[in-house]
T-cell receptor
Framework: DSGVTQTPKHLITATGQRVTLRCSPRSGDLSVYWYQQSLDQGLQFLIQYYNGEERAKGNILERFSAQQFPDLHSELNLSSLELGDSALYFC??????????????FGEGSRLTVL | ELKVEQNPLFLSMQEGKNYTIYCNYSTTSDRLYWYRQDPGKSLESLFVLLSNGAVKQEGRLMASLDTKARLSTLHITAAVHDLSATYFCAVDDFGNEKLTFGTGTRLTIIP
């Protein structure tokens, strides 16, 4: 158990809908990362937050947004869903705060299926 | 932009044999991580390599880092079925506050 909690574990929805994925980092970690894993794209970095502030952005679609709240949990919002958004979405956390990312600890993932 | 390449992408090997997975990256970094992923599961941290020449071993797995060559290796000794999984290397993208992952190597150990 990494200490990172993600909900829901599985989600099935229809095209055009909106979903929210939630992540609670390990106790003491200030940085939260979101990654998307699909069969043909591997692990793609989406976005990173440190202590409530966005610090790094990857290949995140405009239809997707995220935030980190004062209690350090994070939410990833996916809207106007398309079939191609079906993937495993991972949240990871680290202590953060330095130039180096450091070791990431991953949650169990949220498997999104868009029909 | 940092690129991380692993090879091979797929590896099928017999129990008891040795093999090496290679991870090459394109820009300067002295921090590299290896993760294991079982099908449909989370990523489990295996090794943290924090300097040139770093070598870490755990059981039948040994990882090393050569920052000058921008190369890390994951060596498997006398493979057993339990090692079947996908292995990812990830490079610390210095200053960009993220890890960039390799494509992964899907390892299958055949009895």
């Amino acid at each position: 158990d990494s200490g990172v909690t993600q909900t829901p574990k599985h989600l099935i929805t229809a095209t055009g809908q909106r979903v929210t994925l939630r992540c609670s980092p390990r106790s003491g970690d200030l940085s939260v990362y979101w990654y998307q894993q699909s069969l043909d794209q591997g692990l793609q970095f989406l976005i990173q937050y440190y202590n409530g502030e966005e610090r790094a952005k990857g290949n995140i679609l405009e239809r997707f947004s995220a935030q980190q709240f004062p209690d350090l949990h994070s939410e990833l919002n996916l809207s106007s869903l398309e079939l191609g958004d079906s993937a495993l979405y991972f949240c990871a956390s680290s202590e953060g705060g330095g130039w180096n990312t450091g070791e990431l600890f991953f949650g169990e993932g949220s498997r999104l299926t868009v029909l | 932009e940092l690129k991380v390449e692993q090879n091979p992408l797929f590896l099928s090997m017999q129990e008891g044999k040795n093999y090496t997975i290679y991870c090459n990256y394109s820009t300067t970094s002295d921090r590299l991580y290896w993760y294991r992923q079982d099908p449909g599961k989370s990523l489990e941290s295996l090794f943290v390599l924090l300097s040139n020449g770093a070598v870490k071993q755990e059981g039948r797995l040994m990882a090393s880092l050569d920052t000058k060559a921008r190369l890390s290796t994951l060596h498997i000794t006398a493979a057993v079925h339990d090692l079947s999984a996908t292995y990812f290397c990830a490079v610390d993208d210095f200053g960009n506050e993220k890890l960039t992952f390799g494509t992964g190597t899907r390892l299958t150990i055949i009895p």
